[in-house]
């Protein structure tokens, strides 16, 4: 069993930038594809970006690519996001997730992860 902890989270103005950490416990990571998600007030909780288990893929959704990158160190069991650029509507709990390796995965797919973390807190102000 994995346990996931994220962290990095805060209140920034638009334009800032933000690192969000993953760290996982419990488990071999280099098994685990790593994804975030995040999930604003009233609305459901949605793919923000994925790394494969060896970081040799990754994937995004179209409202954060170029802006956030995500990398892994399987050396640290920690999976990072980086926040550039970030907008009020970027404001969410951003929750990370892994997903058992397998033979075939879809990563912008919630319920193929089967660890999720407590979440944090980004608010971005205007």
């Known amino acids: 069993q994995v346990q996931l902890v994220e962290s990095g989270g805060g209140l920034v103005q638009a334009g800032d930038s933000l690192r969000l950490s993953c760290a996982a416990s419990?488990?071999?990571?280099?098994?685990?594809?790593i994804g975030w998600f995040r999930q604003a007030p009233g609305k459901e909780r949605d793919f923000v970006a994925a790394?494969?288990?060896?970081?040799?893929?990754?994937y995004y959704s179209d409202s954060v690519k170029g802006r956030f990158p995500i990398s892994r160190d399987n050396a640290k069991n920690t999976v990072y996001l980086q926040m550039n650029s970030l907008k009020p509507e970027d404001t969410a709990v951003y929750y990370c997730?892994?997903?058992?390796?397998?033979?075939?995965?879809?990563?912008?797919?919630?319920?193929?992860?089967?660890?999720w973390g407590q979440g944090t807190q980004v608010t971005v102000s205007s």
């Open positions: 997730a892994a997903a058992t390796r397998r033979s075939t995965w879809s990563p912008t797919r919630s319920y193929q992860y089967n660890y």
């Open positions: 419990g488990g071999t990571f280099s098994n685990y594809a």
């Open positions: 790394v494969s288990w060896t970081g040799g893929s990754t």
